[in-house]
């Protein structure tokens, strides 16, 4: 009877995530939103007090309601975060309020900072305790500074005392430090019991936390002996005791490390998990290559904002906000600019007598900029990877002087060919090839030095250095070329 059942049973067909399902998703979001939209403006031009169209409007927002709200239940929380992303506020709050309660933490855990204050603002008590409720110590430790402190306190009410003092001590951490990021729930067996008692052990638990690929053997004061990997336990005898087949080489982080350090270790050594030991051994955490990704994901973000001189902010922010996050770079551009344009307008009389130096000068401040992008790149990169030492500057600085000039030689003869066919002057193209050379060096020279020197000061050294790079190749660009004019073409 049972079996027959069973083979009557359909198979079950598996649902395929897909990050363009979430765009999808959101076009209908922002469609559905457009419609409803476009109802209440009918409504409001009919004549006040018309209780019939007040009775349409309502019944077509519910509809509404009813439909996005079903749509929301089957997306996956990530999706769902991506949607509250790509609205502007008010429709984010509106949409926020149709998740399902049971959604709520993973939400507020999936979406941007930026997003989540917007969405915790929109939150009673009753909700914001529900929600972060059943969390654990280490999603609650990211939550807790956007929560009401009032909200935090009533949930640590709720939890254990080996609970309330993990929040504790992941909320004592750095933000950006590996005790920031490291969850508690992991596997720990003694290293004299058997497999046999091992495996009996885990078909005890509920299930295995996330990312679960060793476990980790610890003594009676929980110092960490070694590691039993997932794959050796399975096919290791029964019988064999722990401390027989455990690893006992293994990398291990400190809570204080950086998060972007133990991101390049798991990068290295392809790993899935990593235990976390205090300053005595003890086994507190792990970092598991979920949060790693969170964390090369965020860095990635940042470097990118910061090359242009800007933070995080909500795309739908109000304008005064966008003004104070953007402006002072852009002053600060267009404070250099206008040194560019000094230093080309002191060779008036070179230019005048020239006039097709004007045409050609912004290549060479171009060309410049360019190949110290590229360079600062390279710098930027091998920073964040920690290949760059006292020992190995000076080597690179010479590669890539080196590489430039090779660039510079083979690009010159290009610009000099097209200075030459459109002047008819061989004097002019070799300026122009000099020129192009000499800043090119410069930008490769600022490439390497801007970074170095803000991370020498503990900067980002992302941070404004494109600007400081336009600076440079522009003012000195044009001051070599006008200037390389003045003295051979004059």
């Not at 990635?300 to 402006?327: C, Y």
Request: with cysteine; proline share 4%; charged share 25%.
């Amino acid at each position: 009877m049972t079996q027959s059942a069973a083979a009557q049973k359909p198979p079950a067909t598996p649902r395929r995530l897909d990050p363009e399902d979430a765009q999808i998703a959101l076009a209908e979001v922002q469609e559905r939103l457009r419609r409803q939209q476009l109802v209440a403006d009918l409504v409001h031009r009919q004549e006040e007090g018309d209780a019939k169209a007040t009775l349409v409007e309502d019944l077509v927002h519910r509809q509404h309601e009813a439909e996005l709200k079903t749509l929301l239940d089957g997306l996956h929380p990530a999706d769902i975060a991506f949607i509250l992303e790509s609205l502007p506020k008010d429709e984010r709050q509106a949409i926020w309020k149709l998740v399902s309660p049971e959604h709520d933490a993973d939400v507020l855990l999936e979406v941007e900072d930026w997003v989540r204050e917007s969405l915790i603002e929109a939150m009673d008590r009753q909700d914001l305790v529900a929600a972060t409720g059943n969390m654990d110590a280490d999603e609650l430790a990211d939550l807790a500074p956007d929560l009401p402190p009032d909200v935090v306190a009533e949930v640590q009410k709720g939890l254990t005392e080996e609970e309330r003092a993990q929040l504790l001590e992941a909320m004592g951490y750095p933000e950006d430090s590996v005790g920031a990021i490291m969850d508690f729930e992991m596997v720990r067996v003694r290293e004299d019991v058997t497999l046999e008692v091992v495996l009996r052990y885990l078909r005890r638990l509920h299930e295995l936390p996330d990312h679960t690929d060793q476990i980790f053997v610890v003594d009676r004061q929980d110092k960490l002996q070694g590691i039993l990997p997932l794959s050796r336990l399975l096919v290791s005898e029964p019988e064999t005791e722990v401390r027989a087949v455990m690893n006992a080489d293994f990398l291990t982080l400190n809570p204080l490390d950086s998060d972007a350090d133990a991101a390049g270790a798991f990068e290295r050594y392809d790993l899935v998990s990593a235990p976390v030991m205090d300053d005595q051994g003890r086994l507190i955490g792990r970092v598991t290559i979920a949060d790693v990704v969170d964390v090369m994901r965020e860095d990635s973000q940042e470097q990118a904002l910061s090359r242009a001189g800007l933070q995080e902010e909500d795309i739908f922010a109000p304008v005064t906000t966008a003004l104070r996050n953007r402006a002072p770079w852009l002053l600060l551009n267009l404070c250099t600019a206008a040194t560019a344009s000094f230093v080309a307008s002191r060779f008036e009389g070179t230019v005048s007598h020239i006039v097709i130096l004007a045409f050609l000068m912004s290549i060479v401040a171009g060309i410049g900029g360019n190949s110290g992008n590229q360079t600062m790149t390279l710098i930027i990169r091998a920073l964040a990877m920690g290949r760059i030492t006292g020992r190995n500057l000076w080597q690179l600085v010479k590669r890539e002087l080196f590489v430039t000039l090779l660039v510079g030689l083979c690009g010159s003869l290009v610009a000099a060919l097209f200075a030459w066919v459109i002047s008819r002057s061989l004097s002019i193209a070799l300026v122009m090839m000099a020129a192009m050379i000499c800043n090119m060096l410069v930008g490769a020279s600022v490439g390497v030095l801007v970074p170095m020197v803000r991370a020498r000061f503990g900067k980002d050294p992302a941070m404004g250095s494109s600007v400081l790079l336009t600076f440079a190749t522009d003012s000195l660009g044009f001051f070599i070329f006008l200037g390389l004019a003045t003295i051979f073409l004059l």
